[in-house]
Structures are given as C-alpha cells and as structure tokens.
C-alpha cells in the first residue's frame, strides 16, 4: 500500500516557464490538501481538493496558480509563468475523510528550483 | 503575531538527552498535530491529539487545552532524531493545517 506519491521529486523550471506537480494520493484517500514551503520558511496551506471539488483556495495566489483532483488520475498542482519567488517545496497530503481521526499522510514533496 | 508559536527555534542535545519542543496557540483547534521533516525530505506526521497525552516509542505528546499549550518529548535521544519538529493544528471549521515555523533539532553523539 504506497503512501502519497509526488512527482517529480526535483523540478527545474526557466522563468515564464509551466510547471506540473503531480500527487497521487493514498489508496482510499479522497481528500487532497497542497503546501507550500518557501526557503527558510514554515509551511503554509494553498488548497484543499476533493475528487472533481475545490474545497478551500483560500490559500493559492490569486495568479497563474490552479489546481484540480480528475475523477481518475493525480490532482495536479499548476504554475504558469513561474517566477524566481516560486521556487520552493510543495507537498501534498491526504486524508481518506474530511478531518480524520489519525491525521494525514504526506508525500515526499517537489522541490520546485526556477532559474 | 503567529497564530501558533513554537519554542525552541533551535536546539542541540547530547545523545541520551531528554528533549522537549513547545508549541503554543492563540485560536480554538480540534486537533493539535506534530510532524517531523528530515533535512531534503519528506514529512512525518507522528501525532494527532485533541486532550490528554500520546505515546509512541520515545516519544511523547500532551496537549492542555485550557492553556493552548502542547508539548512534544523525546526520551533518551539519538543522533537521528536531529530533524526539523512542526506543530500544527487544524480547526472545527476547516481541515487544513495552520503551522509554526518549526524547532530544528540537532542530537549529537
């Protein structure tokens, strides 16, 4: 029973460049939840998805970012245009319910590098 | 101001050392959280509580409610629990996790 799975693991982007974060989450799972880890900083939500839902964005800069949870496949995280000040950790978690009694599983992260 | 607070920013141990991590809180939560993250790696989520204490191992959580307080304890430390300790809690109204910025834990031999 693999755990979270992002990919890919290192991802080197050119600015203006797109980038695509996959996670595949926990068999079972149904809830998917995206952070962001700026350098040197804590972590901070961006959005939380359910198959075919956004639930709460209320994290997700206002541009060039969107994310979506297919009804088959992994919920994809979507940056256009990226800029130096997106270079960062993003990590996934996920949940088999709304607020689960034992917590959440997080993947491994993608080190999002834009040069 | 944070709406959670860790304490220490930063701490070095000597192996065998009894460790502890606070982490205090400014809103109501249902559930108060600690996650270990490993330097280029991944997240571990150790606990989940929302009363009382948990044990698992070495390693001991509490949380007092009244005092939006929790604590995070490890006994007899080792050199590979040096990581990065994240608390962080979530809310009646929301799943999402608010963090603190983390105790970066150094145990050496």
């Known amino acids: 029973n693999a755990g979270v799975m992002q990919n890919p693991r290192h991802l080197v982007r050119r600015r203006g460049q797109e980038a695509r974060l996959r996670c595949s989450p926990m068999?079972?799972?149904?809830?998917v939840y995206w952070y962001r880890q700026l350098p040197e900083e804590g972590l901070k939500f961006m959005v939380y998805?359910?198959?075919?839902?956004?639930?709460?964005e209320s994290g997700m800069p206002k541009e060039r970012f969107s994310a979506e949870f297919p009804k088959e496949g992994p919920s994809i995280l979507r940056i256009q245009q990226v800029v130096r000040g997106d270079s960062a950790a993003y990590f996934c978690?996920?949940?088999?319910?709304?607020?689960?009694?034992?917590?959440?599983?997080f993947g491994s992260g993608t080190r999002l590098t834009v040069v | 101001k944070n709406e959670v607070e860790q304490s220490p920013q930063n701490l070095t141990a000597q192996e065998g050392e009894f460790i502890t991590i606070n982490c205090s809180y400014s809103?109501?939560?249902?559930?108060l959280h600690w996650l270990q993250q490993h330097p280029g790696g991944g997240i571990v989520s150790l606990f989940m509580?929302?009363?009382g204490k948990k044990k698992h191992g070495r390693l001991i959580a509490t949380i007092n409610i009244q005092e939006k307080h929790s604590s995070l304890h490890i006994t007899a430390s080792h050199p590979r629990d040096s990581a990065v300790y994240i608390c962080?809690?979530?809310?009646?109204?929301?799943?999402?996790?608010?963090f603190g910025t983390g105790t970066r834990l150094q145990v050496t031999l």
């Open positions: 978690a996920s949940s088999p319910v709304q607020r689960p009694n034992y917590g959440y599983t």
């Open positions: 068999k079972g799972h149904s809830h």
């Open positions: 998805l359910q198959k075919e839902n956004i639930i709460d």
């Open positions: 809103v109501g939560i249902s559930a």
């Open positions: 509580l929302s009363s």
């Open positions: 962080a809690f979530s809310t009646g109204t929301a799943s999402k996790l608010t």
